[in-house]
């Protein structure tokens, strides 16, 4: 007779599906998962620690590196809690070149969680069809900025530079190219039978599991929770902009809605080079005292700073929430239970997009 | 199946295959490399220096009768605060040069003196070790007291008094001299840019 046996299977904190270090224990009968734990600290930096002290031109960097695939955000939302604490108004061009960063950064995280998802569930060419496509935002990102990942563009009453005018006409075709591109591979996704084999019904979240554990970002909208706190931004404001939400609430749900929120970054990056206004990218100002709390949309979901600064404008105290780790809880307490085999639990865990640089900062 | 042998039957896909060429390794020119000279004379105005917000990372050194800014490879985040920050346009790094010419953008540097009242002890390390005081006033002793008006701090009755917070040039090598750590200067960047006439964009 064939006996099934309780074992505690740990998954990480190296293992090739796994981007960064993060351990799993999973409590499985047989290959059935029946209750997980998560195990965090392997790559704690301390950057709330290194930021305290220091002006905004020295913080605005180490936020940056908080996180390597979606630093934009973190620039954004820093230097935009420093505005709201001195009052620094932004000029509206600058407010606008700042979407297109920050769109084009949400662009390649999310290209990049997808083909770790295909790549976790075996389907390397789309992964590599996608991650070949992220290296063309890149390049567009690096063309608006001058730099592909660290691009410290926002500052305080503004940004670094203007967009030159041959990468505005230049940008609109790239992004009809991406956008082309792009159509092709969600469409492979979303018509793939062994794609749909491994991710239909796979790590249910359900709609009321996802707001009693308080999921946020793509994994929220992909089980219908229409939450993102970019509807609270003034600039996103004028541009319409209007979450996306999908009621599947398994990994196919949460990869495709990833990919319709890149077809909604294109759009919403070519509505902004449209009604770009003109004037000046940079209105001065100088921080000040104050304290704030400041929530920003980074890819992953809500992204909060808590800020405290002395009347020289340096950070007295700092901190720093994160999405990811609402997401890792709901993962493994609520998705991979009940998964049918190890090699889901995976799967699962990639569709959810924990960053576990962010989660530790 | 089907899907498959349409997927790769597709010309395009038949010419990667066969003539796959991978574009040579060219650093595009906007790339925001390390800062590099571009000739000029460095002024000796140390802004670059203050603006680094890696630590020492670039260091005005000797070189013949001239001063020149050294970048530390090593230390360089490549963020090119120290370009934008140079007034006399020593340094360059990707376009940003270029595009602050055109665009008419610039960092504003100014300087306050934070003293802590409580860790101070008097003793006058700061006033001695500051250079802007040692030029005003030769003569200044080691407890710091001096009767010239022209310098930017002084002891007083044995309280630390600053005079000329605007005459403060950020180098901050009071902060290295005080035993205390009682001293701190803030060095305040705000980014500016020229008002643009309407039409030039």
Request: net charge neutral.
């Amino acid at each position: 007779m064939k006996r099934i046996v309780d074992v505690n299977i740990p998954l990480g904190p190296i293992h090739p599906c796994f981007k960064e270090p993060i351990r799993l224990k999973c409590e499985a009968k047989g290959e059935r998962i029946t209750g997980a734990e998560v195990e965090l600290g392997y790559m704690k930096k301390g950057i709330e620690r290194i930021m305290k002290g220091r002006p905004w031109q020295e913080v605005m960097f180490l936020a940056e590196r908080v996180c390597g695939i979606c630093s934009v955000i973190h620039n954004m939302v820093f230097i935009e809690a420093m505005e709201q604490i001195s009052d620094i108004p932004v000029p509206p061009r600058a407010a606008y070149l700042r979407v297109i960063a920050n769109e084009l950064d949400r662009m390649q995280s999310h290209l990049l969680a997808n083909f770790s998802y295909c790549y976790s569930i075996e389907h390397e060419t789309l992964g590599m069809y996608l991650l070949d496509l992220r290296e063309q935002v890149m390049d567009e990102l690096e063309r608006l900025t001058g730099a592909r990942v660290t691009c410290a563009y926002i500052i305080p009453g503004g940004v670094r530079c203007d967009i030159p005018k041959k990468e505005a006409e230049a940008l609109p075709a790239s992004l009809d190219r991406i956008e082309g591109d792009l159509r092709r591979y969600a469409g492979m996704f979303e018509g793939g039978p062994m794609i749909a084999l491994r991710s239909r019904g796979v790590g249910i979240l359900t709609q009321e599991a996802a707001q009693r554990v308080h999921v946020v970002g793509p994994t929220a909208r992909g089980s219908g929770i229409a939450v993102d706190c970019r509807t609270n931004h003034p600039t996103y404001q004028k541009l319409g902009f209007v979450p996306i939400t999908r009621p599947d609430c398994d990994n196919f749900a949460r990869v495709m809605l990833r990919f319709d929120e890149v077809f909604q970054s294109i759009a919403l990056i070519r509505k902004c080079l449209a009604e770009l206004p003109k004037g000046v990218v940079r209105g001065g100002g100088v921080c000040k005292a104050g304290e704030t709390r400041y929530s920003g949309e980074a890819p992953r979901g809500e992204l909060t700073y808590f800020i405290k600064s002395d009347e020289f404008g340096r950070i007295v105290e700092i901190q720093i929430q994160t999405p990811s780790i609402m997401n890792i809880e709901a993962c493994c307490h609520e998705m991979i239970i009940g998964s049918d085999s190890i090699a889901d639990v995976t799967a699962t865990f990639i569709s959810a997009d924990p960053c576990v640089a962010c989660t530790e900062r | 199946m089907v899907w498959y042998i349409r997927e790769f039957a597709r010309a395009e896909w038949i010419k990667k295959f066969l003539f796959a060429k991978t574009a040579p390794l060219v650093t595009p020119s906007h790339f925001r490399g390390f800062p590099e000279p571009t000739g000029k004379t460095c002024q000796h105005a140390l802004f670059c220096m203050m603006a680094c917000p890696a630590p020492g990372a670039i260091e005005v050194v000797h070189a013949g009768d001239g001063w020149i800014p050294k970048i530390h490879k090593g230390h360089c985040i490549r963020c090119g605060l120290c370009v934008e920050a140079c007034p006399n346009g020593v340094l360059k790094s990707g376009r940003i040069r270029e595009t602050m010419e055109r665009e008419g953008t610039s960092l504003l540097f100014s300087f306050r003196i934070a003293i802590d009242k409580d860790l101070c002890t008097g003793c006058g390390n700061c006033c001695t070790a500051c250079p802007v005081n040692k030029q005003a006033d030769a003569q200044m002793g080691a407890g710091g007291h001096s009767s010239n008006d022209d310098v930017i701090m002084r002891v007083q009755e044995g309280d630390i008094v600053v005079i000329h917070e605007d005459k403060c040039t950020g180098c901050k090598t009071c902060e290295t001299s005080c035993p205390n750590g009682a001293i701190r200067i803030a060095r305040i960047l705000e980014g500016y840019q020229q008002p643009v006439q309407e039409g030039l964009q």
